[in-house]
């Protein structure tokens, strides 16, 4: 009996995988020469081999293809995309779910150091951090310092922020920087509204 | 070279934050008697010039003031007062090509994902599309459809919950980023995207 499941089970992965692979290769086929093609393709089996998400490099040779970017500059963004990847999947932890790892690359490309994920997923161990990380990779993006921003972010976790209200706050930010604030100030005074009755303070 | 310590936040930045939201945070304290007293001894002190001016300005007046001189200052008041409404309502800006774009989820649905509403402005538009990292950046995928005035081009799209980059496509080549999104970091091959984040209803 187990035999026949372990069987059953080895021939449906047999035949899955592949499907998968076939579909990939479909839509890599038809954008990308085939020289980029099959080096894009290495990346990517090379990536899912390590339990990296594999889809979001399959999307940067996509957008490459569709902005006409030559082989060489789409081979480059997939390369560093599946670094940026593996650096998150190894700071955030091998649990994380894809969702996770993606806004985690994000964040360390904006320039947040690995470390500040690692603290970041230890504070939330069994919630999801993909929005704690989007948005902390937003802020960056739009010019508040990554050190302010990270503890501002990883104070409101520790709070137990919900995804929404984080969503909020980066919008709150967003628009005093639009009203004139510089992004270092616009952080400030949202923080300031999100902390009514103490101020944010570092974790041990 | 910023030290960071094992959060990769700088510790000086940390107090410096926490500092600056304690004395916001202060309530500002003003004796109202000892604050007349000054001022009017501020006054009493001023060269007779400046007292002249702060007198005439205290003492009450009759001002005569044409009917349509009047109404003309209230047209004025009332335009300027419902244009500051308009300005700083969400997704009411001033428009005009590229402005006003509007991101909201708006349903959710049959498998629970959400439905995000993506919105443009382009009057002189013959098509625009929507392009991103959930529809393989295909051109062709989802045009946004036109409605019959005022050139705003929008369309509803369900997006899994995460992190997404994406960006409109204007009459087939010209590519625009979403000015009412948070503009992505990471190599966008000359062409900046958008970031959205969608969040997991499921998830805090």
């Known amino acids: 009996m187990t035999r026949r499941v372990l069987s059953l089970l080895s021939l449906a992965l047999a035949l899955g995988a592949p499907t998968a692979l076939r579909a990939q290769d479909a839509r890599l086929d038809a954008r990308l020469d085939a020289r980029t093609r099959d080096a894009v393709v290495a990346v990517v089996d090379s990536a899912r081999g390590a339990g990296i998400p594999s889809e979001p490099l399959v999307q940067k040779a996509l957008e490459g293809a569709s902005k006409h970017a030559d082989g060489a500059r789409i081979l480059t963004a997939v390369r560093m995309l599946a670094r940026e990847l593996g650096d998150a999947r190894s700071a955030l932890g091998p649990t994380s779910s894809d969702a996770e790892v993606i806004a985690g690359a994000s964040a360390l490309h904006a320039g947040i150091a690995p470390a500040a994920l690692s603290k970041m997923r230890a504070s939330r161990a069994h919630g999801s951090l993909t929005v704690a990380l989007a948005v902390l990779a937003d802020l960056v993006a739009r010019g508040v310092p990554g050190d302010t921003a990270t503890t501002v972010i990883s104070a409101l976790t520790v709070a137990g922020a919900q995804d929404t209200e984080l969503l909020r706050f980066q919008q709150g930010v967003e628009r005093e920087i639009a009203q004139g604030a510089t992004p270092a100030a616009a952080l400030g005074v949202r923080a300031q509204g999100a902390f009514p009755t103490s101020p944010p303070r570092r974790t041990p | ?204």
């Not at chain 2, 335009?79 to 509007?102: D, K, M, N």
């Open chain 2, 1 to 204: 070279m910023r030290q960071h310590d094992e959060t990769g936040n700088t510790p000086l930045a940390d107090e410096t934050l926490e500092r600056a939201v304690g004395e916001l945070r202060r309530p500002l304290r003003v004796n109202a008697a000892l604050f007349d007293a000054r001022v009017m001894d501020e006054v009493l002190r001023a060269p007779s010039g400046v007292r002249e001016h702060v007198e005439r300005l205290l003492r009450p007046r009759t001002i005569r003031v044409s009917p349509l001189l009047a109404l003309a200052a209230g047209m004025l008041f009332a335009v300027s007062v419902a244009g500051s409404i308009l300005y700083v309502l969400p997704g009411r800006a001033p428009r005009g090509e590229g402005t006003s774009a509007e991101r909201s989820v708006v349903a959710r649905d049959a498998a629970g994902s959400p439905i995000v509403q993506f919105g443009f402005v382009a009057p002189h538009a013959s098509s625009v599309a929507l392009v991103g990292d959930f529809n393989n950046w295909d051109p062709k995928a989802t045009p946004l459809h036109a409605a019959s005035t005022g050139g705003v081009w929008s369309v509803e799209v369900p997006i899994l919950p995460g992190r997404h980059l994406y960006a409109f496509v204007v009459d087939g080549t010209v590519w625009r980023p979403d000015p009412a999104a948070p503009q992505a970091t990471g190599e966008d091959f000359g062409e900046p995207n958008s970031a959205l984040t969608v969040a997991d209803p499921g998830m805090r």
